[in-house]
């Protein structure tokens, strides 16, 4: 076997060890508490399963212990809800577009209280699509004077957009630890180890 692994090693194939073996290894041999993330924890389902059946007793003890701890990256933070608040502010306009114009032009006041009176007309007359054409055109023709308005919310939801983007990635879990300073990791897991 010994000359095997030398053969290998000469044509340099190295064989290395795999999380669930390295695991056992060392619950078994380094210490007498292994702690683990969420995720290597399950290793140790396994791993101790396997030592009981296999050796006959338990390796060490292990501990789970899992936190979030985001990158010191001062951001703030956009969810897909304030992307929604703004989709629904632009909606909104558009089919009540009378909420939002200027009070100082007669015309858009015309429009409003054409709209206004075709919503409460009783059903019987004009008809129903006759009434929806007249509100559609004064919803359409005051829409448009609040241009300016639209095109304003629309640019803060493509900034809102990559904001939200910015967030995922600073806030991600995936970051490896030697990624932040060691001072602030050192201050984020002593506070987690004084309430243990």
Request: negative net charge.
């Amino acid at each position: 076997m010994a000359e095997c692994l030398a053969a290998l090693e000469r044509d340099d194939v190295f064989i290395r060890t795999r999380a669930l073996s390295t695991t056992l290894i060392a619950r078994l041999l380094l210490g007498d508490l292994f702690l683990h993330g969420i995720g290597g924890a399950k290793y140790d389902e396994v791993t101790t399963d396997f030592a009981t059946e296999f050796f006959g007793f338990s390796p060490a003890s292990y501990s789970a212990i899992s936190a979030t701890v985001s990158p010191p990256i001062e951001h703030t933070p956009i969810t897909k809800r304030d992307i929604t608040a703004v989709d629904q502010t632009l909606r909104d306009m558009r089919y009540h577009p009378e909420n939002y114009i200027a009070r100082h032009s007669r015309f858009l006041l015309e429009l409003e209280q054409t709209k206004r009176l075709s919503v409460h007309m009783p059903k019987a007359s004009p008809s129903d699509m006759e009434r929806h054409q007249i509100i559609d055109v004064a919803n359409l023709e005051m829409w448009e004077s609040l241009e300016r308005e639209v095109r304003e919310l629309q640019k803060r939801r493509e900034q809102l957009e990559r904001q939200e983007r910015a967030t995922r990635i600073l806030d991600s879990r995936e970051y490896a630890f030697c990624l932040y300073p060691e001072d602030y990791l050192r201050e984020r897991m002593s506070g987690l180890l004084t309430k243990l």
